[in-house]
Each structure stands twice: as C-alpha cells, then as structure tokens.
C-alpha cells in the first residue's frame, strides 16, 4: 500500500504539456540481447512432440543412416523462445510502425490487417495442394479470378500466378521466351537480351542463368534509356527487351512504343518488368504499349507485405503466342468448375513447388477485389501526387538534386542525387541513411551500381498521409542541416538504435566471416573441435 | 496538359488517405499542379487507356469483402476436416503457436530490405536460423531461404557445375516429377540432366547403374534426395558419395530437414551441398504455397563463392559487445554486379526463415529427435498394418520410410477410384502415381487411431 496523496493544486498552466517537438523523439528498442545459442540450459524444452502408442514399436535405422551426436540446438523453454524473438521483432521496424517512403523501388504500402485474416484460416493455411480439385473450388477460384483481374490490369491474354516472387518472375519470362525460340529453331541464333541499368538487377541476371548475353542500355542526357543505344544493339541476335517503365528514376520513357517496334522488327520479343507499375494502374497497360510478356510483383503493388524479404508472388502474365510456354499446371474454368491443366506439352514446366504463393495470392485478390477499377486507379493517382508533393519537398532541401529529365514531371518515385551535399560536406548517402533510423524511419540509398552519385530514391506509396510526407521531409531537412552544421552528428549515426554502426570488415574475409554461430566460435573465438 | 476530366472523381478509400478531395487539391496547390493529370505528361495519349478498367465492383466495406471471402472459403475444405494422407513435398505437420505468434507480428511481416540499425532483429533472427540449421546439417554455411527446395535443387546443382566446370548432372534417387522439371529447366543452358533409375524392386539406388554412368565422365555432381520421392532413406547414399568423389564430381543430397533429429546429415556421409525445403519446420501447408529453400556447405572459399543467395555474418559494431550483422561476400550477388553475379538474387522467403528458427529453438534436440522417431515409427506401423490388407501390397519393403510411402492396389480398382472412394469417407490420401499405385504420408498429427481407421477403410474399398 502506497501512502495517501495529500490533495495537491495546479493550474491549467502547469498542467498544460508542451506542443510536441517538431521532429519525433524516436528510441529503437534495445534490449542488448543474447544470441539463441546463450541462452536456455540442458533439457529444457519449448515444445513436446505427440507420443506414439507403445504398440506400434519403433523403426529399424540403418547404423550408416542414424545421427551419431544430436544437433546442437539451443534447449529453451517456451517463454524464452517467445521473449527472444518479440523482443527482436521490437528491434525491427515494419513498414507498419514507420513511414516508409526510403525504400524506393519496392513499393511499400499498407498490406490490409483483413487479408492475413483470410490467409491464416485454415480453409486456406490447412489446404494442402493435391487435394481432389473438388475440395479446393474455392481457392481455386480465387487463383482463376486472380488470373482474370490481371489479365484485364495488363491487358495480356494469359497468366501465371506460380512464380515465387518478382525476380522469379523475371526468370520465368526470360525461361518462356527461350522456350518460344527453341520452338522456332531460333535460340541458336537469338542469344542477347537487352535490358537497361536503371531495372533491377534481376533482369540482367535472370537473363544470363537462363544462358542469354546480357546488353545492358545506359541512359541518355536526360535521363531515358538511349534510342541510338537501342538501335545499336538490336539485330537478329535479339532474343528480348526486358525492360522497366518507369524505370527506377520514376522517369517515364515516353517512346516506349517505339523501343518496342524496333525490338519487334528485329524479331525479338518485349517484356515488362512492371515492379515499378504502381503509378499507371488503369492509367496505361503493358498490351497497350506493344509488350509480348510481363510480370507484376504482388508484394508490391498489390499490397501483399513484404515479410523481411518474402515469401513474395509473381504474376506473368503473356500475350496469345506465348500462352503455350505458361509454367503448368493452368487453372481452366469451364464455367462452373475450376480444375488444374497439366497436360501443357509446350510449358516450360514447373517454376516452382505446387501452384504458387497462395496466401499472397489470396491476399492480392482480396486487395484489387476491396479497390476495383476505381480503386486501383486511386491508388496510382494518389502514389503519383504523393511523389510529386513530395519531390516539391525535397526539391527544397539543400544538397539535393534531382538528375535527368529536368523540369519533367515524374511517375511514383523519384532517384534523387546528394552529391553536392556529399561534395560540401564529406557525408555519403549512407549516412544519411542511418542518421534516418534516429528518426525511426527506414532509408535505403538505391541499388548498385550508383550510376546517379549518392543516391536515394523516394517512393511514398498511395499509403501514407500528407501528415506523413511532411515529416519524411522535415527529417531529411534536419538531416542535411545537421550535415552542414554538425557533419560529426550524422557521421556517427545512429545514436537510438537498438546497435551502433556495424564494421563489416570481418565479412569479405573467408578467415573472418561467420555465417553461423559454429563457424563464430571456431574461427572468432578459437574454439576447437567441431 | 491534360484536362482534370480524365481523373476519375476521387475516391477517399481507408487504404488512400490522400484521396480525400480537400487533401488532394492543397497538395496539387502546394505543388503548382492543376490536376494529377500534370504528373501523367510523359505517358503519350496513344498508349492511354481510355475507360475505366473492366474489374469487378469493388468490395467497398471490409464487411462486405469479408463475407465474400467467407463464400469462397467455404467452398474449400481443409486437412483439419477430413483425415489427410497427403504429402509428396508439403506435408502437414503441427505448427507451434508461437511460431505462429512470431511471423505474424507486424514488425516481421510488414518490414522489408532494413539495415541493421532498424531491422536489427530481422538480421538477428535469420542469422540465428542459419546457425540452427547449420546445427542440424552438421555445416557452417547456410543461406538466407531461397523460394522453396526446388529452386535450392537447382542452385546447389549449378554452383557445383560452376566449381567443377562440368557439364554432366546424374540423378540417382527417385525423384519427384516436378523437382525434375524445375532442375532441367534450370541447368539446361550449361548442363544435362541424366537420371540414372533407381532399382524397380528396392526403390533404391542402382550403383551399377550409377558407375556406369559416371565412367562416361564429366560429370559435375550426383544428386540424391532422402527421404527419396518414394520417401525412402537410402543405405546407400554414403556409397554414392565415394562413386561421386571418386569420379571427381560433387555430392549433392536433397534432405528432408526434419529427419535429421534421428538421420544423420548429409554432410556425414559426404555430401558436398545440402538443400532442401523448410516447409516441414513449421511453415503451414497453405495449398503448396509455404516453401522455402535452404542450402549448405562446409565454410569453404570455393563453395561460399558460388552461393547466389544472401548470406548473413556476425561482426562487431563500434560499441563493444553489440552483435553487428551484414552480408557476407555480398560481390558474389547479382545485387553487387547484375548478371556479372551468381544467378540471381531478390525477394525469397527470408520469413519462412524466421518461423523455421523459431521452430527448431522450440523443438530443441531433444523435439527434434522425438519427431523423427515418431514418424518413423508411424510410418513403419502403417506400412506394416497396410501390407496385411488384403488387394494391397506395399512395394520396397525392406527399405527405411519417412512419412512419404506407396502402396500398390492388386485388386481390379484403379488408384484414382480408391482414392475417390476414400475421399467420399472423408479421407484424403492415395495420390495416383501409377495405375494402381498411389501415394500416402503420415505425420506426427496423426494417431495409431487415424492409421488403424485408414486401413479399415482401405479394407472395404480394395476389392
């Protein structure tokens, strides 16, 4: 028992709590917590495994086929386990708890609290996927309904909903399109793939695993993929054009049309990455511009969450002359049945386990079918003003500049340079990047290579409020103040979060990189045996 | 510039804040636009879609989206409400709450490519599940999850083409159909796939058979999966580890990670390159879609080169006794040098991790030697138990089976109308892979009970 309050006054003056400061006080959980393997003692368990019935006996294992040592997993009980990992899920920031408009380039918006529902309910996380078709006319249908909303978003003829994500979904077009030479007896011939340096990385190399040369286009004075470069490049080595629009500039290469009749008249084939197809939803379409194959990333506009990195969904979707080459099985509905399509003898077979991502795709379809076509359309104007208002903002902010395409207008990103500030002060892009974590927002500088110096690149999404944009700014304003005026500030960054800078010297070095705790112990601390 | 008029009329959607039609029209003032339609200047008209998309009315409140989701998800019916024999690459395994607990937090599901200073945790968890795995493949290098084990397959098959400069790849197991297609298709620029048959009687390898093939030469790696797709666990495997080693190729095991509470890894018997799928360590079946790859090797150069994928490490940061994490040889990665890298990277299934780790910390050694025997054990007794069933016979009977196992019907139906016959008793297992031949799994989910009715039932439709 606490002793009585004796009553106390005070006036609404000191009773008033000051305004909030302009800038949040932001703290990163930090909990400084042990690695798995320091925690727990012999013989404590998390879990307990179904006993068999003593009647059953056990099984016979071959004395060449039996474990000698059992594995060194930590030995936890279950409050443990869960204490680690809420207290490391606290020291991770979800796109859910910040404005994440740093992550450009991956289109991070608000995946719908509703959606996981759908996906965690048994009739769909306790299907399993050789189920007789009868019992799965539901997802089934969610899948061939799926199919159908893009179909009309792309205005493609087919598709596929079974790669395992973006960059699988690059592959599997890049997989269809070797497929459709070889059937005409032109892969021999057709071996290049042109893409361009501002797509994701994953168009070069998908192209060259599945044994294509890569040309890669670099872009013109303002900004565009280059014609001539194009027009350089093509010839009847040209199995394909894997290209992004907008790229990752945000800047729309308004011939695209004709990048795609020149590739067509050589012979070769256009695909669309669409990772970037957030800003034009219902505004233009991938048929529309003359492409043969795209792809879509669900986790990005389509609002599946992006989970630390997947599991993520691909779509492809195909014109009618590459229908053949679909990854198989195909959902086909003959108007009242939903059934699975395996006998597809020109596929390029299977790009993964089963029939996709299933709950991203559940989740895909539950998103478009909550916006339809309205909706959709709302959503790529507001992410298109929303980076717009934002590029206003920022446009504002000293050391900042905006490469390429000067005075155009851009889709629903922006790659912004730092290069003056970089030249004023010494600060790279990076750090400002950690300097962001003290304000308890994520950035991320932009893929490599830095063709733009020091780069960023902003994408803020239909998701975030007008409220949220203005902060994002303030922050990065701070940020280059600070830069000007307190260079060390910045350098030394982050100050609130959960760990200080990392020295990633140790991890080029096969004598010093520890992938795993055991290779930590012996090559770190010198532990024998092992 | 074009008019307002082609923008639809704003539509202030819970998920579009800046829809509201106040909010929209100060940010185009704040910005000096007259429309959005400002923003669209680059797309040419001829390119524009001029209608609105032909989609579905939307589903405006999230009751109404819910209750239609309900309509469809009632047209499924799941492993929980009939009794399920299904496996054949998913399998259905119980998921511990916290497992469960743990991916679905907001601050793992919604967070994306962090750095280490706000998504420490993230590092943490995935670095901490490729030392649990490497704990139980006997390895020191585990990626960061691949899409599922197929992909994994092929990866580990073509970063052994790359170190051995081979172009021949030998499939001596049983293999899934599927696998197969996924591998072919992705080694075929630089390698051929021959799969060497397994014996028609064991269901095991043929070594001969496997010498033979070698002795052609150049060959770049054997392949085996255990269990197999037939779900055997092949005594054989450390001998075709020595053919493999002897003909200068690498030994590449495909492993059912549960098994290896009990079973001994791959890299025991001389396995070059572990993959292999994480759905059985607490992923959810999710019609097929909850895989998850994994590969591992011993901590070597060579090998540590060729692994396309993101590997996490443990480093120090300025502040002593702080776990620091980034990306080992992160120069290996197409995300470093485009198609200069090995293969690809991008967007996996880096959660799928996160749930595994947790999976196996809550299981421990001892969890994951209980389950291991347990289904072994049940497997054993169902195969014992469906062998005495008159009209069916169980193929491979000398060999070890883990959950996946055939069985071959004598009587005059096919497999596909015992399998419909089951069905109708709420049973569903029996997957055709012959005429006559279907498959079946058991897990630790399923009971003495479950087994013993699957065979009464089995014993009236087997005629």
Known sequence: MTAPHAPVSVSPEEARIADKPRLRRFQQASWDEKLIFELGSPGERGVLVPATDPSIGKAEIPAALRRAEPPALPEMSQQQVLRHYLRLSQENLGADLNIDVGQGTCTMKYSPKINDQFVRDPRIAALHPLQDEDTVQGVLGIIHSLEQLLKEISGMDRVSLQPGAGSAAIYTNVAMIRAYFAARGELEQRDEVITTIFSHPSNAACAKTAGFKVITLHPDADGYPDIEALKAAVGPRTAALLITNPEDTGIYNPRIEEFVRIVHEAGGLCSYDQANANGILGITRARDAGFDLCHFNLHKTFSTPHACGGPAAGACAVSEDLAPYLPRPTVEFDGSTYRLDDDRPESVGKMRPFYGVVPNLVRAYAWIMSLGAQGLRAAAETAVLNNNYLLHKVRQIPGVSIPYAAGRPRVEQVRYSWEKLHEDTGLHSEDIGLRAADFGTHYWTSHHPYVVPEPMTLEPTESYTRADLDEYAAILAEIAREAYEDPETVHTAPHRSTIHRVRPEALDSPATWAVSWRAYRRKVLGEAGR | ?463
Request: net charge negative; hydrophobic share 40%.
């Open chain 2, 1 to 463: 510039m074009t008019s307002s008029q082609d923008s639809v009329h704003p539509y202030a959607h819970p998920y579009i804040p800046n829809a509201v039609p106040a909010v929209r029209q100060a940010m185009l003032e704040e910005i000096g636009a007259a429309s959005v339609e400002d923003f669209y200047a680059d797309i040419p008209d001829g390119i524009r879609l001029h209608r609105p998309l032909d989609l579905p009315a939307p589903l405006r409140s999230e009751a109404e989206l819910a209750r239609h989701m309900e309509e469809l998800l009632n047209r499924n019916t799941s492993t929980r409400q009939a009794l399920s024999f299904l496996g054949s690459g998913c399998y259905q395994h119980h998921v511990p709450a916290v497992v469960d607990e743990v991916v679905n937090r907001s601050e793992f599901l919604t967070a994306y490519a962090g750095e280490p200073y706000e998504d420490h945790g993230r590092f943490q968890a995935l670095w901490e599940y490729q030392s649990m795995m490497a704990e139980l493949l006997d390895v020191e290098i585990v990626n960061v999850p691949v899409y599922d084990g197929f992909q994994a397959a092929g990866t580990a098959l073509r970063m052994a083409g790359r170190i051995t400069g081979r172009r021949r790849m030998l499939v001596a197991t049983a293999i899934d159909a599927d696998k197969l297609s996924r591998i072919r298709d992705y080694v075929r620029p630089d390698h051929d796939v021959t799969v060497v048959p397994v014996d028609p009687y064991t269901g095991c390898v043929d070594l001969d058979a496997v010498r033979e093939a070698l002795a052609a030469g150049d060959t770049a790696a054997v392949y085996a999966d255990t269990p197999s797709a037939l779900g055997i666990v092949d005594e054989a495997l450390p001998h075709l580890a020595e053919l493999a080693h002897d003909a200068g190729a690498l030994f590449v095991v495909g492993c059912n990670p549960l098994t290896l509470g009990v079973l001994a890894p791959p890299s025991a018997y001389g396995a070059d390159i572990a993959c292999g799928d994480i759905q059985p360590l607490g992923l959810h079946q999710s019609f097929g879609g909850g895989n998850a790859g994994f590969i591992a090797t011993r901590d070597e150069e060579t090998l540590v080169a060729e692994y396309p994928s993101r590997l996490f490490g443990l480093v120090p940061t300025t502040v002593e006794g702080e776990y620091g994490f980034g990306d080992v040889a992160y120069e290996r990665t197409s995300f470093a040098l485009r198609e200069e890298g090995k293969e690809w990277v991008g967007t996996a299934a880096a959660l799928h991790g996160i749930g595994a780790g947790v999976y196996l910390a809550l299981m421990g050694p001892q969890g994951m030697r209980e389950i291991g025997d347990t289904i072994l054990a049940l497997t054993a007794y169902a195969r014992r138990r469906l062998a005495e069933v008159p009209g069916i016979e169980v193929p491979y009977a000398d060999a070890l089976h883990f959950a996946d196992f055939t069985i071959r019907y004598t009587g005059g139906k096919t497999a596909a109308e015992i399998r419909a016959d089951l069905k109708d008793r709420g049973i569903f297992g029996g997957v055709p892979t012959g005429g006559h031949e279907a498959a079946y799994c058991v897990t630790e989910v399923h009971t003495k009970a479950d087994i013993d009715r699957l065979v009464a039932t089995l014993e009236e439709i087997v005629k």
